[in-house]
Nanobody, 120 residues
Framework: VQLQAYGGGLVQPGESLRLSCAAS????????MGWYRQSPGKQRELVAI?????????VDSVKGRFTITISRNNAKNTVALQMNSLKPEDTAVYYC?????????????WGQGTQVTVSS
C-alpha cells in the first residue's frame, strides 16, 4: 500500500483547510484509513479515522470542526479531512494512515507528513 498525502499550509485562525491522502496498491486489504497529527514535543495522536463500513471516530478536540470522508475506485482509495474553524492548537504535522490486513497478518502504512500551521 502506498500513500500520498497533500494539502496543508498556513492559515489564520477560523479558516479552513482540506487534506487528502490517496492510497494505491493493495487497497483491497485496507480496513480503515485515518489522520494523525504530531506537534513538537508531543506524541502523535489520532485525529480522525474512518472504517470500510463508514464508521468514524474523532478526537474530542476536533469534533464538530473536522470531517473525515473516504472515496473509492478500482485504483485507489482517497481519504479526506475537511478542517474548519481551525485553531492555533491544530498546528501540527498531519499524517495519513491505512490499516490493512493480509493473510500473514496486519500492518499499518503511513504517508509522508504534511504541515498545517494556524497562526495570525
Amino acid at each position: 500500500v502506498q500513500l500520498q498525502a497533500y494539502g496543508g499550509g498556513l492559515v489564520q485562525p477560523g479558516e479552513s483547510l482540506r487534506l487528502s491522502c490517496a492510497a494505491s496498491g493493495s487497497i483491497s486489504s485496507i480496513n480503515a484509513m485515518g489522520w494523525y497529527r504530531q506537534s513538537p514535543g508531543k506524541q502523535r495522536e489520532l485525529v480522525a479515522i474512518i472504517s470500510n463500513s463508514g464508521a468514524t471516530n474523532y478526537v474530542d478536540s476536533v469534533k464538530g470542526r473536522f470531517t473525515i470522508t473516504i472515496s473509492r475506485n478500482n485504483a485507489k482509495n482517497t481519504v479526506a479531512l475537511q478542517m474548519n474553524s481551525l485553531k492555533p492548537e491544530d498546528t501540527a504535522v498531519y499524517y495519513c494512515k491505512a490499516a490493512a490486513s493480509f493473510i500473514w497478518g496486519r500492518r499499518d502504512f503511513w504517508g509522508q507528513g504534511t504541515q498545517v500551521t494556524v497562526s495570525s
